[in-house]
Structures are given as structure tokens and as C-alpha cells.
């Protein structure tokens, strides 16, 4: 099992520039989830899905958007990135929200 | 909303010492959770308390649930470089999602 992959593993964008983060879980879990993290911030809820065709909003979500059309994926898109967004980006996957939750190895993403 | 905080931000130990980071909620939690995250790496889950007053012992760490279930402490004994790392708290009340204290990140000196 691959658990839980991200793609790409960096990106360089300019502002105003869009793009769409993929995660991708192999563990048939129901839960997604997008964190940002920054320095001293700490990991910050962007969106997330309780199950396929569902999304609800994080601590953070302004400037950003999710689909989760089938079960295994979960992908987060910048419509107009900003130089606020750069970060680095963890896409999780649990069974329920009071379980655990297995990370993805990261994207880090920055705008110039 | 909730608030998940954490002390200290940074910790400096040299190996062999032992190290203590304290997480303290806002709120009551239904249970709380410890990651570690290895520089460069991804938020690894360590363990889950849900019971007042619990204590979990995972070889030299120590995970303590406070009787109020309020707060939360992980303890690590006779610290070695292997343990160097960040380490989150993140709790939740009922069905919300996880929040996440903002880390202690521990340097040990060999």
C-alpha cells in the first residue's frame, strides 16, 4: 500500500497563476483532509470531506477550493494563487475524525 | 472556537536529558492525539488518549490525559538524537475536526 501520496511534491507559481493539488489514499478511509503549514503556525485545516461528494470548510479556507469526486482522491485548487499562500501543503486521510490520521509526504509550494 | 496551545515552542536538551511538552486546551476534548514530525518529513501519529486521567507508555515516552481532559502531556526519558523533531498535539471535541497545537520542536545535543 502506497497509503497516502500527494502530487506534485513542489511547485513554483506567479501570482495570479492557478493550479490544483491532488492526494490520493489507497486505504478506502472516508475522511480528507488539506493542511497549510507555515513557520510557528502549526498545521491549519484548509477544507476537508467526510466522504465522496461531500466538502466543508476549515480554520482557513478563503482562497481556496476542493472536489472530492471519487473516494480515493481529494484535491485542493488555487484559483488566482497568492504570495499569503505560500506554505507547504499535508493532505491527510482517516476513518472518522476521531482516529487517527495518516499524512501525505507534503507539497511545498511557493509564489512569487 | 477551540484553541489548542503549546509549550514551549522550542526545547534544547543534550542527549540523555528528558524532555516534557504541554498542550492545553480551551475546551473539553473527547480525545487527544500526538504526532512527531521528523525535519523535512510529514506529521507521524504517536498515540490517542480519550479517557480522563489516562496514561499510555510507549518505550521511553510518556503520555498523560489531564482529569479534566483539558490538557495533555508527552513526556520523553533519557532523550537520544533519534528523537529530534516537532511534536503536535491536536484534539477535538465530539465529531469536529482535529485542531492542532502549533508544536514543540526539540533539538537534542550529543
Known amino acids: 500500500n502506497a497509503g497516502v501520496t500527494q502530487t506534485p511534491k513542489f511547485r513554483v507559481l506567479k501570482t495570479g497563476q492557478s493550479m490544483t493539488l491532488l492526494c490520493a489514499q489507497d486505504?478506502?478511509?472516508?475522511?480528507m483532509y488539506w493542511y497549510r503549514q507555515d513557520p510557528g503556525m502549526g498545521l491549519r485545516l484548509i477544507h476537508y470531506?467526510?466522504?465522496?461528494?461531500?466538502?466543508a470548510k476549515g480554520e482557513v479556507p478563503d482562497g481556496y477550493n476542493v472536489s472530492r469526486l471519487k473516494k480515493q482522491n481529494f484535491l485542493l485548487g488555487l484559483e488566482s494563487a497568492a504570495p499569503s499562500q505560500t506554505s507547504v501543503y499535508f493532505c491527510?486521510?482517516?476513518?472518522?475524525?476521531?482516529?487517527?490520521?495518516?499524512f501525505g509526504p507534503g507539497t511545498r509550494l511557493t509564489v512569487t | 472556537g477551540q484553541q489548542v496551545m503549546q509549550i514551549p515552542q522550542y526545547q534544547h536538551v543534550q542527549e540523555g536529558e528528558d524532555f516534557t511538552t504541554y498542550c492545553n486546551s480551551s475546551?473539553?476534548?473527547?480525545?487527544i492525539q500526538w504526532y512527531k514530525q521528523r525535519p523535512g518529513g510529514h506529521p507521524v501519529f504517536l498515540i490517542q488518549?480519550?479517557?480522563?486521567?489516562e496514561v499510555k507508555k510507549q518505550k521511553r515516552l510518556t503520555f498523560q490525559f489531564g482529569e479534566a481532559k483539558k490538557n495533555s502531556s508527552l513526556h520523553i526519558t533519557a532523550t537520544q538524537t533519534t528523537d529530534v523533531g516537532t511534536y503536535f498535539c491536536?484534539?477535538?471535541?465530539?465529531?469536529?475536526?482535529?485542531?492542532f497545537g502549533k508544536g514543540t520542536r526539540l533539538s537534542v545535543i550529543a
Open positions: 486505504m478506502n478511509h472516508e475522511y
Open positions: 488518549l480519550v479517557k480522563s486521567g
Open positions: 470531506s467526510v466522504g465522496e461528494g461531500t466538502t
Open positions: 491536536a484534539g477535538n471535541s465530539g465529531n469536529t475536526p482535529l485542531v
Open positions: 475546551t473539553t476534548l473527547s480525545n
Open positions: 491527510a486521510s482517516g476513518t472518522r475524525t476521531f482516529y487517527e490520521q495518516y
